[in-house]
């Protein structure tokens, strides 16, 4: 379905003052207009992230396995 | 479809970090940015860690798909912002990281990724030289 159409007049942008403590994991601050703006973050940390056990280090592969 | 130009003015900025493909940018932009960041953080009662220990390739969070916006739907847009310009007084940012962005302008389309892996290792009978917490 094609709806009408939109104009956006984009006037003057006046700020005093940011006071920002952080920006993080594809977050995106900005002062100012953008088309589209596409951010991903993924965090994975499942219950088996967390290894309770001896360290058995493996011994190096072979040359020819690298 | 390109956006207009502006003019931005920034009066102060202090900015005490930006890390892992983070972008601070002034004025506009025409062809976005992409940023991308890919983190294994592992944290391990004694530090023996080896080389290529642990490749991306072996966490499925790596070669997920990413999730594919809807398309866009609604009337047609057009924008003006006949060189309206930006001012800002004082900006303080602490820290940007991990595949983020600060603009102060026009610009896009922006595009970023963070994919990040926790491992926490806990070794029986080995103490940490420093205290850590395994939550």
Redesign the interface.
């Known amino acids: 379905m094609?709806?009408?159409?939109?104009?956006?007049?984009?006037?003057?942008?006046?700020?005093?003052?940011?006071?920002?403590?952080?920006?993080?994991?594809?977050?995106?601050?900005?002062?100012?207009?953008?088309?589209?703006?596409?951010?991903?973050?993924?965090?994975?940390?499942p219950p088996e992230?967390?290894?309770?056990?001896?360290?058995a280090?493996l011994p190096d592969l072979p040359e020819e396995n690298l | 479809m390109s956006l207009s130009r502006r003019v931005s003015a920034v009066g102060l900025v202090y900015i005490n970090s930006a890390s892992d493909s983070s972008v601070v940018h002034f004025g506009d932009n025409r062809d976005g940015a992409r940023l991308k960041a890919r983190v294994l953080a592992v944290q391990r009662s004694v530090a023996t860690f080896k080389d290529n220990e642990f490749p991306f390739a072996s966490y499925s969070l790596f070669t997920r798909p990413l999730p594919v916006p809807p398309p866009d739907e609604g009337p047609a847009a057009f924008f003006e912002s006949s060189c309206a310009p930006i001012e800002i007084g004082t900006v303080q940012i602490t820290a940007i990281s991990a595949a983020s962005h600060v603009r102060f302008g026009n610009g896009g389309p922006e595009t970023a990724e963070t994919r990040i892996v926790n491992i926490r290792n806990r070794i029986p009978g080995v103490q940490p030289r420093v205290e850590v917490d395994f939550k």
């Not at chain 1, 709806?3 to 601050?29: A, D, F, H, K, T």
């Not at chain 1, 992230?49 to 360290?55: D, E, K, Y």
């Open positions: 094609k709806l009408g159409q939109m104009i956006v007049n984009n006037e003057p942008v006046r700020i005093g003052s940011i006071r920002v403590l952080g920006i993080s994991s594809s977050s995106s601050m900005l002062v100012g207009d953008t088309q589209s703006m596409t951010l991903y973050s993924y965090f994975d940390t992230s967390v290894i309770i056990g001896p360290l280090p």
